[in-house]
Nanobody, 117 residues
Framework: VKLTESGGGLVQPGGSLRLSCVAD????????MGWYRQAPGKERELVAQ???????NYSDAVRGRFTISRDDAKSTVYLQMNSLEPEDTAVYFC????????????WGQGTQVTVST
């Protein structure tokens, strides 16, 4: 399993970015795909997750500003981030899970998002 993120960068407060994660994975459509982030000195936290059957969860910090989506034909998951705030600065990681197998838990290398003037 290989997950490759892209789309990070430097953006001003209030701006937008779209992250992409291409998954080299068999049966992508049945995987639970998620975006996590880790800021300096903090633990990695869930940002958003989209289940294989479509259910979506967001953290309270991003609900209403971020949108997760997936294109199963392209084995890709997206994170549209709007109204970005300096507190959103972090390395963003793509994650793939396949319930109910707890050991099936894969991560991308991460992409840096910096929100600053």
């Amino acid at each position: 399993v290989k997950l490759t993120e892209s789309g990070g960068g430097l953006v001003q407060p209030g701006g937008s970015l779209r992250l992409s994660c291409v998954a080299d994975i068999i049966n992508f459509s049945i995987h639970d795909m998620g975006w996590y982030r880790q800021a300096p000195g903090k633990e990695r936290e869930l940002v958003a997750q989209i289940k294989g059957y479509g259910r979506i969860n967001y953290s309270d910090a991003v609900r209403g500003r971020f949108t997760i989506s997936r294109d199963d034909a392209k084995s890709t998951v997206y994170l549209q981030m709007n109204s970005l705030e300096p507190e959103d600065t972090a390395v963003y990681f793509c994650n793939a899970k396949l319930p109910p197998t707890p050991d099936y838990d894969y991560w991308g290398q991460g992409t840096q998002v910096t929100v600053s003037t």
